[in-house]
Structure formats: C-alpha cells, structure tokens
C-alpha cells in the first residue's frame, strides 16, 4: 500500500514518509540564555538576559546590542546556552557582516560538541583596529546552527565602528 492509496497524500508535507526523521539530530533544541559583552575601556560590561521569551525575541532582533564599536579596543563575547533533546553536534556560530547590503566578512566559530544541559562559551578576545575605512554603519546577521546546517537561532543587529577615544 502507498500513502496515496490510504488517502493520506492530503497530510501536511511534514507528515510525509519522505519527510519524517526520527534521528536524534532532529530533536535537539539550542537556546540562547544570556550573551555577554566584556569591554576592554571605560565601558561596563553588557548583559543580555534571554530567559524570558520577549527579551529573546529583542535579541534576535539586534535590541539591546552592543551598538558602538570603538577602534583601538578590545571586546569578548560570552553566551550560556540550553541544549534540548539530545546532544548537539558542532554548534557552529556564523557571523556575516555587511555594509551597504554587500557582504564583506562572514566568519564561523566551531564551539564544540555539547551534551544536554546548560553550557558557557567564551568567545576570542576581538582587537578592533584602528582603520579609518572601517568607520560606518554595519549590519550582521549571526546563527547558530550545528555540523548538519540546522539552524537553532538567528540574529539579525547594527552597529557602528567609531574612532578611538581621546
């Protein structure tokens, strides 16, 4: 027997014999609980609680984000993490960053393997040189995903590179 012949090629695509996965892949959930911005001048450390569902929904959405870069300094990305239903295979964070709509730099940072539970990563100390043509407004769109290409979450924020401060 076939689907067509249950009267079953009416179901949702996702309910298809083709479509459906039952790998433990396809079950894993990743999401952001904090990500943290360290400062390395005179600016306090940012925060951003993403435990509650609308504070998340604004991170995704750039509020809330470091949106001044200052050339000559230093910064270090930190975010906790939940990993769901199973563990999660080369989480991956991809960041491409634009100016003008055309895609000047896109970077991908392998954080690792990670069981069920909830994790910290610290991300590479970023020296922000002090290059005059870098000075603008820039957009990133950053996600998370694993070895497989999943997507678990993406980010889309501005922010703009000024001149180091006297």
């Known amino acids: 027997t076939t689907l067509s012949s249950k009267g079953l090629d009416r179901l949702p695509i996702f309910w298809t ?4 996965n039952c790998s433990c892949n396809n079950m894993t959930s990743v999401r952001i609980l904090e990500h943290r911005v360290k ?3 005179d600016r306090e450390e ?3 609680d993403c435990r509650d569902e609308g504070k998340y929904k604004d991170w995704l959405k750039g509020k809330g984000a470091a949106g001044i870069v200052v050339q000559n300094t230093s910064q270090q990305e930190q975010i906790t993490f939940r990993v769901d239903g199973a563990p999660v295979k080369g989480l991956t964070r991809t960041n491409k960053t634009s100016k003008f709509f055309i895609t000047v730099n896109t970077e991908s940072i392998v954080l690792g393997d990670f069981e069920v539970g909830e994790h910290t ?3 590479p100390l970023q020296e922000i040189d002090d290059n ?3 000075r603008a407004k820039w957009n990133l769109a950053c996600c998370f995903h694993d070895a497989a290409g999943k997507q678990f979450c993406k980010r889309e924020a501005t922010f703009e590179i000024v001149a180091p401060r006297p």
Do not use: G, L, M, R
Not at 17 to 20: A, L
């Open 132 to 134: 005059i043509a870098a």
């Open 46 to 48: 940012e925060v951003n």
């Open 121 to 123: 990563f610290t991300f």
């Open 17 to 20: 014999q083709e479509n459906f």
């Open 39 to 41: 400062f390395f001048d």
